[in-house]
């Protein structure tokens, strides 16, 4: 770990992140998000990481979805960076929040026109009746915005996973890999060196 980082997991974050955003041949901001669904069973999936700070990491997605759902009945998530240029990986676990409705609407508002339309267009993990149900979706709403503001839909929002795990795994010569875990115990980060 680096010095001014020692005791602080975020600080060693943001500076493994802007190393990643450096070197990662593309979307360093890609994380995997882990649910458990009602029956605990688990699931995964590519997301993208908005905003990281000593509250927590940001993601938006569709509220209705299978992960809206699971994060609805049991509302914790694990998250796992892999950056591959690096030879380095960062493992998150935490509770879930939504985040402000001031907060999501500023965020959708910074989104492409586009991307702002298929939040309203896609009804995300629900069954297509044919290959065109989404481009017909995305016309109708083209269509009914027409130039004007796109608002943000009330089913999209934001979730912040406010960690209480956070490991620092990074690849070493000869199997000598430094791994390093901080858990949030009363309030303060306590750091733990790991065996790889």
């Given at each position: 770990?680096?010095?001014?980082?020692?005791?602080?997991?975020?600080?060693?974050?943001?500076?493994?992140?802007?190393?990643?955003?450096?070197?990662?041949?593309?979307?360093?901001?890609?994380?995997?998000?882990?649910?458990?669904?009602?029956?605990?069973?688990?699931?995964?999936?590519?997301?993208?990481?908005?905003?990281?700070?000593?509250?927590?990491?940001?993601?938006?997605?569709?509220?209705?979805?299978?992960?809206?759902d699971q994060l609805r009945s049991n509302p914790t998530a694990a998250?796992?960076?892999?950056?591959?240029?690096?030879?380095?990986?960062?493992?998150?676990?935490?509770?879930?929040?939504?985040?402000?409705?001031?907060?999501?609407?500023?965020?959708?508002?910074?989104?492409?026109?586009?991307?702002?339309?298929?939040?309203?267009?896609?009804?995300?993990?629900?069954?297509?009746?044919?290959?065109?149900?989404?481009?017909?979706?995305?016309?109708?709403?083209?269509?009914?915005?027409?130039?004007?503001?796109?608002?943000?839909?009330?089913?999209?929002?934001?979730?912040?996973?406010?960690?209480?795990?956070?490991?620092?795994?990074?690849?070493?010569?000869?199997?000598?890999?430094?791994?390093?875990?901080?858990?949030?115990?009363?309030?303060?980060?306590?750091?733990?060196?790991?065996?790889?």
């Amino acid at each position: 770990m680096d010095g001014n980082s020692d005791m602080n997991p975020t600080a060693q974050f943001r500076e493994w992140f802007e190393d990643a955003q450096k070197s990662e041949p593309g979307l360093a901001e890609a994380m995997t998000l882990a649910t458990v669904d009602a029956d605990g069973v688990p699931d995964a999936r590519m997301v993208l990481l908005k905003d990281a700070d000593e509250a927590g990491f940001v993601f938006y997605t569709n509220t209705e979805s299978a992960k809206g759902d699971q994060l609805r009945s049991n509302p914790t998530a694990a998250l796992v960076f892999h950056w591959k240029s690096l030879k380095r990986q960062v493992r998150i676990r935490g509770p879930v929040e939504p985040v402000s409705d001031a907060e999501a609407d500023a965020y959708f508002a910074t989104r492409a026109r586009g991307a702002q339309i298929g939040a309203w267009a896609s009804d995300q993990s629900r069954e297509m009746e044919n290959a065109f149900d989404l481009e017909k979706a995305v016309a109708s709403y083209t269509a009914r915005f027409g130039v004007g503001a796109v608002p943000r839909p009330s089913h999209w929002h934001g979730y912040r996973v406010r960690p209480e795990v956070i490991e620092f795994w990074e690849e070493k010569l000869f199997r000598l890999h430094r791994r390093d875990v901080f858990r949030m115990n009363d309030g303060e980060w306590r750091r733990l060196r790991l065996f790889p």
